[in-house]
């Protein structure tokens, strides 16, 4: 592994784009620091020095900027309006017959449903800068801060409210340049990099934490629950099941096609962490629902406050279980096409050994496609579930480090980083990260 990355920075060009990466990171991780005009930054930090400060309905959004987003900074919304917008893309393509015409004009089509992803993020932007503005401005932003002694604006004016919302929002059309550099002329995907820094930025101090509040014997329980959840989520995330493709031999006047054998990779967790994003943005809702409306006299606040808000109450564990399952069949429903797989394969004369072309090769993909994704769907919800069972039984206040979603993240992205390194080392004769 070692000597991987010793040849990697011994090639010029792949040197290049790895230094190329750091340098943006560190911008990024800069922009993240930098408070928005018009920001009290020693109110903020006073009030975020409560660890109830640290959770609440905005517990992924803070995690996706890398805790930005409670520090008011001028890239507080981090990539969650552009990874909004592309879901949303994504989900337009198979319902508008415009969109999923672009998508089969190959790249022509893409670039321009890439411009349609950028100009919804910036309009997510702003509806997010403004609520996030808005409630920094109530004082309903950060739970249990008194905002009449720790006022986290300096002035209360429309013009202070603007210029926050065009700084925010101009922050997100930033850092989808800077994702768009990486990809351009650095080494992996740069959105998914980018949400990489960020997750990884909050684990030092949610270790600390961890063994300042709860002591060191504490602390080792933590680390190995998260070294056997990393463990876990690797293995899942490279295991695949691979459906044996032939394709039969034509000739094309005086040449030979065909007779070739692959194979169709269909992952165990074939949705990645769209259906943890989804079911966590809508039970987002009814705690929002009660930040807004703090008449604790009514029935249906009081039902929210207790079963959908703490997190931890087995109504709350259990709706989350079930929306990550059904939204994992939902999604894998929408972006693998039985139909049209087995259409490709017949056009091109590929089948698989045992099952005849057409209707009972697709029949047959669907049978698998759902064989496989309940696994999957099981495995994502328990994932997800194991920071909130972990909070219960360690009796914690603040956010377990190994969280689901973190977890998902950084080795989904490490694992897609290091074989596209690892690629363009063997291009160059090198032995690569994995062996």
Not at 323 to 333: A, D, E, G, M, R
């Amino acid at each position: 592994m070692l000597s991987a990355f010793v040849n990697a920075f011994r090639t010029p060009d792949l040197r290049r784009k790895l230094l190329f990466v750091l340098m943006i990171v560190v911008i990024f991780r800069l922009g993240s620091q930098i408070p928005a005009p018009g920001v009290n930054v020693s109110n903020v930090q006073a009030c975020l020095s409560d660890a109830q400060n640290q959770e609440g309905v905005y517990t992924l959004i803070n995690l996706f900027s890398g805790g930005a987003l409670l520090q008011l900074t001028i890239f507080a919304l981090g990539i969650m309006p552009y990874i909004t917008a592309s879901i949303i893309l994504q989900l337009l393509v198979v319902v508008i017959p415009r969109l999923e015409a672009l998508k089969k004009e190959g790249q022509s089509g893409q670039a321009k449903i890439t411009q349609y992803t950028r100009y919804l993020t910036l309009g997510l932007a702003v509806l997010q800068a403004t609520g996030i503005v808005a409630l920094a401005r109530t004082g309903n932003l950060l739970q249990n801060c008194n905002t009449d002694e720790f006022p986290l604006l300096h002035d209360n004016s429309m013009s202070t409210f603007l210029v926050m919302v065009v700084t925010m929002t101009a922050g997100t059309a930033v850092i989808m340049w800077l994702g768009e550099l990486i990809t351009e002329r650095g080494v992996g995907n740069g959105m998914s990099i980018l949400i990489f820094c960020q997750v990884v930025a909050t684990f030092p101090s949610a270790l600390w934490q961890v063994a300042k509040t709860r002591g060191w014997w504490t602390f080792a329980v933590v680390m190995a629950i998260g070294l056997v959840i990393v463990a876990a989520v690797t293995f899942i995330e490279q295991s695949q099941r691979r459906i044996p493709v032939q394709y039969a031999r034509r000739m094309v006047g005086r040449k030979m096609f065909g007779g070739s054998s692959t194979y169709i990779p269909l992952k165990v967790n074939q949705a990645g962490i769209i259906p943890v994003i989804f079911a966590s943005s809508l039970l987002y809702l009814p705690a929002m629902a009660t930040q807004f409306n703090q008449n604790a006299d009514s029935a249906w606040v009081r039902f929210l406050g207790d079963y959908f808000v703490s997190g931890d109450h087995p109504v709350y564990m259990a709706t989350y279980f079930g929306l990550i399952v059904f939204f994992t069949y939902f999604y894998v429903s929408i972006t693998f096409n039985p139909e049209e797989v087995a259409d490709n394969m017949k056009k091109y004369g590929g089948f698989i050994p045992g099952i005849r072309a057409g209707k009972p090769t697709q029949d047959y993909l669907s049978y698998v496609l759902s064989r496989i994704t309940f696994p999957g769907s099981m495995y994502l919800g328990l994932v997800a579930l194991a920071p909130l069972i972990a909070l219960v039984l360690i009796d914690a206040n603040q956010n377990f480090p190994f969280g689901g979603t973190s977890i998902l993240i950084m080795v989904g992205v490490a694992l897609d980083t290091v074989k596209q390194i690892e690629s363009q080392l063997q291009q160059r004769n090198y032995e690569g990260f994995l062996r």
